[in-house]
Every structure is written in C-alpha cells, then in structure tokens.
C-alpha cells in the first residue's frame, strides 16, 4: 500500500490499547487530544512529500480513526497529518493577492498599445505596471523595462518559487529589439495560471501559463521584496 500501513502507526495502536474515548481522560492522565497530538506528531515522518496515499489507504486509516476514537476530530487530525506540508508557494501572501485581485478586476478590458491607459484600454505592461500600482508598487511602463528592473535589483526567481501576483515574462525569439528580446508580460495568478493582456481578440483574460512557437518564457520576477526574502 505505497509504504503505509496500519502496522506503522503505534501510537495510534496505543490509544486503542487504552480504550481512549472521545474527551475522556487516557493512562497517565492524557486527554483525547493530547494523546491524538502526541500520535500525529510521532507518525509525522510516515507522511512526507514523496508518499501519495491512495484513496483507499486514506479511507481505511480514517475509518480505524473513527472506529477507535469515534469523533469527528480525529478525521480531521489524521487527515491534516496524510496531506502532508502545505505548498509554500500558495502561502497566503496579502501583498500578492491585493495585485492579483487588481488584475482579475480588469478581466475583458479591450487590449490596445495604442490607447492603454486611456479608458479601460490596457496592453500587457500596463495592466501589470497598473495592478503592481493599487498595491502601492511602483515599476516601469513596459514589459522590457520591467523585465531588466527585476534583474539589476535582485527580484528574479525560479518557476518553483513563483507565489500569486509574481511577473512572468515573455521573449519573441524573432525579435532583437528589446532587452533580451522580452515582449510580453503576465500576473501569475496561482494554480499554474497567468493573467494576461495578450491580444485584441479577448483583451484582458486568464489563462494556462503558456509557450508557443516563438513565445518563450525567460524570467520569473517579484519585485516587491528581494527573492532571498
């Protein structure tokens, strides 16, 4: 069963040994939710990031939960333990979330390089320059520019450190007039999604991160605080 067993959990095995009921005092003077802190915490180093329990070993250490303790907390104390360590990247981050909020608000907003800024028209640059600036950022105007800004002060970082509300960038590989050939901006939204003005077809829209044909991402940025912070 994927490396876990029932035979792994001995605390756990302890507690039904002792009869422990649902709020009662255990041997030794422990509660319920001491006892049931003290196995999680033992067991922690069964559920690491290279374990996938399947649906039907999750179900079976649950029901055992169940059986045993007969209450709800011990579902969600047993399965809080089976998910194993929150992403990082999804963390909540209030500053990145205000820019994607921003961004998202301009959802179907007409592209246009000529008139951004002017009404509700935006191009890729501008909606993320406007979306950095309702969380109180400032960067420049253009997607080259903001590209080379993040990389003379230190806020590149790697795909897998991308958070909602990070900057991807673009390069058109037939082009050798912008900084490193950058043409276009995105607002990482989560989830492996980028918001994104890219064209007058749909204007400002949501989208799959992406690459085609001469499209190729080179920069992943957050400027708003240092990449080693």
Not at 212 to 227: C, E, F, L, T
Request: glycine share 10%; charged share 20%; hydrophobic share 35%.
């Amino acid at each position: 069963m994927n490396g876990i067993s029932l035979d792994n959990l001995p605390t756990l095995q302890r507690l039904s040994s002792n009869n422990v009921q649902n709020g009662a005092p255990a041997a030794g003077g422990l509660s319920f939710s001491a006892l049931l802190e003290e196995s999680l915490s033992e067991n922690a180093s069964l559920f690491t990031d290279s374990v996938s329990p399947s649906d039907l070993e999750r179900s079976l250490l649950l029901g055992m939960c169940l059986s045993m303790f007969g209450g709800v907390p011990a579902i969600f104390g047993l399965y809080a333990a089976l998910a194993g360590k929150t992403d990082p990247t999804q963390e909540d981050d209030p500053i990145g979330k205000s820019i994607v909020d921003a961004a998202m608000s301009r959802l179907g907003d007409p592209y246009s390089k000529t008139y951004r800024g002017s009404g509700n028209y935006v191009d890729c640059s501008y909606l993320a320059q406007w979306a950095y600036k309702q969380a109180g950022i400032s960067i420049p105007g253009t997607a080259a520019a903001q590209a080379k800004y993040c990389y003379e002060n230190g806020f590149t970082i790697s795909k897998s450190e991308l958070k909602p509300g990070d900057l991807i960038f673009w390069e058109n590989t037939q082009s050798d007039t912008r900084w490193r050939h950058i043409h276009h901006v995105g607002i990482y939204a989560g989830n492996g999604k980028v918001v994104e003005a890219k064209g007058t077809k749909k204007g400002v829209e949501i989208d799959d991160i992406w690459e085609s044909g001469k499209w190729k991402i080179v920069m992943y940025a957050r400027p708003r605080a240092k990449a080693s912070a």
